[in-house]
């Protein structure tokens, strides 16, 4: 009898922690584009600067911390939408939502049974803040929502006005 209950808690257990690894699974493509996304974000700004497509004054959220940064990224959470004509992600002439392509049931990118995700219900936030007279930092957030809840990837960085 007491081998039958240490047997049982034991199976228990073992379930729980699959069940677990289930779920952990099924975001897995979520994190991958999270996280492709967050240094996409953080490489355009830096390719901005570094091809002068933006000044350094523009490298700011548009209102910021104090309400009136003057910059030309969009405050708050964004849907992901394709770079407008300026190039630059994060700004107000950002195109339609993106779209990711995964590879289909044959496991291999570039066949007819790819599957093309819209990034609708991902949200992308660009914060950039001053820290010191010409050293910026930018926090890149995306969240979307997960078997699991809603789950959130940041990356930080930082920005000097040197290239």
Known sequence: MIALGVLSV??????A??????QKMASSPGDLIATQKAAEAIENVYSARNSQTLAWAQI???QGGSGADGGVFLDGPQE???????GVVG???DGDVESWVLPGPDQVLGTSDDITQSLTGFTREIQIRDIELGLRSIVVTISYRANTGIRTYTLTTYISNYT
Not at 17 to 22: A, L, P, R, S
Not at 80 to 86: A, S, Y
């Open 10 to 15: 034991g199976m228990l257990g073992a379930a």
């Open 17 to 22: 922690v699959f069940t677990q690894g289930m």
């Open 60 to 62: 700011r959220n548009v």
């Open 80 to 86: 992901i939408k394709t770079p407008g004509d300026d």
């Open 91 to 93: 700004t107000a002439d």
